[in-house]
């Protein structure tokens, strides 16, 4: 059964710098797609960055340029490197792990981070 335990969200100002990571307790970390989520109040969940088992990247246009995924298959665990954040980054942020050969998937229980002044 796998696990996902996602840690670093907190307030923050605009144009601070922030990285969350993805805890992944289980077999076969290497085997998932890796996925960052985020929900807003009052919006629907939507897909903030994508990371394959072979190192392809995919991200939201809102945060292309400022957001970077990445893993460290050695330690389990994805990482969201947060930079220039603004205020509409205000959300809770969800791991998902998704396994390529199964589709099985997997969510995180949430980390909210807030941007604010």
């Known amino acids: 059964q796998v696990q996902l335990v996602e840690s670093g969200g907190g307030l923050v100002q605009p144009g601070d710098s922030l990285r969350l990571s993805c805890a992944f307790s289980g077999s076969f970390f290497s085997m998932y797609h890796m996925r960052w989520y985020r929900q807003a109040p009052g919006k629907q969940r939507e897909l903030v960055a994508a990371?394959?088992?072979?190192?392809?990247?995919k991200y939201a246009d809102s945060v292309k340029g400022r957001f970077t995924i990445s893993r460290d298959n050695a330690k389990n665990t994805a990482y969201l490197q947060m930079n220039s954040l603004k205020t509409e980054d205000t959300a809770v942020y969800y791991c998902?792990?998704?396994?390529?050969?199964?589709?099985?998937?997997?969510w995180g229980q949430g980390t909210p981070e807030a941007v604010s002044s």
């Open positions: 998902n792990a998704v396994r390529v050969a199964t589709a099985s998937g997997y």
């Open positions: 990371l394959s088992p072979g190192g392809i990247t």
